[in-house]
């Protein structure tokens, strides 16, 4: 289970792990790694990430997630959920991307002038399922 018991940490390459769909109330935590700050607001209907103050993700219900890398092109990561979730991630306004989800594509979406993305990820009883997202 990707449970971060921390709620938020940072790994040894880079990336952030963040949420716990398991918390019965609302919890909030505030880190700041590599220069950046972090809050993450996580329990079981909501995950929530923000960083230096802008949207990054959000999911509904909660979720747990392992390895978020940002890159210019994109995002990727493992998400795990007790149930099904919709996902929306903070990304460039107005772009194109190619989304893959448990490594395959499920086509390409685009973002408005918010520059944000929404996704649905089937999780229920799946474990961890890998999501990339690359400007396409």
Do not use: W
């Not at 993450?40 to 990430?49: D, H, Q, R, S």
């Not at 990304?91 to 490594?103: H, S």
């Amino acid at each position: 289970m990707a449970v971060i018991a921390e709620l938020l940490r940072t790994e040894s390459n880079g990336a952030i792990s963040f949420g716990n769909h398991t918390l019965a109330q609302k919890t909030k935590k505030e880190d700041t790694f590599a220069g950046n700050t972090y809050k993450v607001k996580t329990f079981n209907e909501i995950t929530k990430l923000e960083k230096n103050e802008m949207f990054l993700y959000e999911s509904v219900p909660g979720t747990s997630v392992t390895g978020l890398v940002e890159t210019e092109d994109g995002v990727e990561f493992m998400v795990e959920g007790a149930e099904d979730a919709q996902l929306t991630l903070g990304l460039k306004d107005d772009t194109e991307y190619e989304v893959m989800i448990g490594g395959e594509s499920v086509g390409r979406m685009s973002t408005g002038l918010g520059g944000k993305l929404s996704l649905s990820v089937e999780l229920a009883g799946a474990g961890e399922v890998a999501v990339k997202v690359v400007q396409a």
